[in-house]
């Protein structure tokens, strides 16, 4: 199972439909981004990361849709 059926099954849950999900990946086209969205992720970053902002988004507590 990879991260995108992770995010689907997760989001069909009570619990998962509020959890702030994350891709970190090394896949950067549209349709790769399009995909993670349409899984239910709230952001999809491409590697390497910019570390300043995991860290800022990982304090922020509220997701901030990158798509």
Request: charge should be positive.
């Amino acid at each position: 199972m990879d991260g995108v059926e992770v995010a689907r099954r997760l989001r069909v849950t009570p619990w998962g439909r509020s959890a702030r999900l994350v891709a970190l990946t090394g896949l950067g086209q549209p349709s790769d981004i399009e995909r993670t969205r349409e899984a239910g992720f709230d952001e999809h970053i491409t590697k390497p990361a910019d570390l300043g902002y995991v860290a800022r988004l990982a304090a922020s507590g509220a997701a901030a849709r990158a798509f």
